[in-house]
């Protein structure tokens, strides 16, 4: 699953990662996006994140059915999620513990970087910004309005972005669907065990957001 055609010494020159799931620890974002909305239509106050893993990259209707019996109000908190994560909810996301210090060791390597993401460019840009970590992210492709989530797609695009050649570049994300995907077009895959699951899909395990650094090594061709 990993390109064999480059030598594991400096063979690394750019990362894509998954903006949602590596970089960005959501849930607090999430549940507040959700607690806020329910309250505001129904008065009722909820604690949503117990649901967190199983349906933070879902659409908010699926969480909203769960949590919210009368359909009118559930249309109507799916409304407010979407404006409060966009909005308020933003001072709630955060960044994992030693992860700013991997990507400054990744930048000062000289090795590119880039995003992708579920969400409109111009939200995930704007977590970007929120979390300082626009200073790291030379590239990002976002999920066009009203459109589903594609990772090969978003990786490609990336990809292209990047201007690299497939066997020099790794992706990193928690999900072996979009890791497999990423595979198919060439690249290292790196699976983040941070995020929600325990299913590594057999990529290589990348156990902490403070091992980003070594990825260098940690996915080197053998």
Not at 80 to 90: G, K, N
Not at 120 to 145: K, N
Request: hydrophobic residues 45%; contains cysteine; charged residues 25%.
């Amino acid at each position: 699953m990993r390109p064999r055609s480059v030598e594991p010494a400096g063979w690394l020159k750019a990362v894509i990662f998954d903006l949602d799931e590596v970089l960005l620890a959501r849930d607090r974002a999430w549940s507040f996006a959700i607690e806020q909305a329910v309250l505001s239509v129904t008065g009722a106050r909820i604690q949503p994140a117990g649901h967190a893993g199983g349906y933070r990259n879902r659409p908010w209707r699926h969480i909203l059915s769960v949590l919210v019996e009368d359909q009118r109000d559930a249309a109507r908190c799916e409304e407010l999620c979407r404006d409060m994560y966009a909005r308020s909810a933003m001072k709630h996301l955060l960044v994992a513990e030693g992860l700013g210090m991997a990507l400054d060791k990744l930048r000062g390597a000289r090795i590119d970087m880039g995003a992708v993401s579920r969400e409109p460019h111009r939200l995930a840009l704007s977590q970007l910004e929120s979390t300082g970590l626009e200073r790291f992210i030379a590239v990002l492709a976002g999920t066009p309005e009203g459109e589903s989530w594609d990772a090969g797609a978003r990786v490609g695009q990336c990809l292209s972005f990047l201007g690299r050649e497939p066997a020099a570049v790794a992706y990193v994300s928690g999900d072996p669907f979009d890791l497999r995907a990423a595979a198919r077009l060439g690249l290292a895959c790196g699976w983040a065990a941070w995020p929600a699951g325990e299913d590594t899909g057999g990529f290589a395990t990348v156990p902490t957001p403070a091992q980003l650094a070594a990825l260098a090594t940690l996915l080197a061709p053998r």
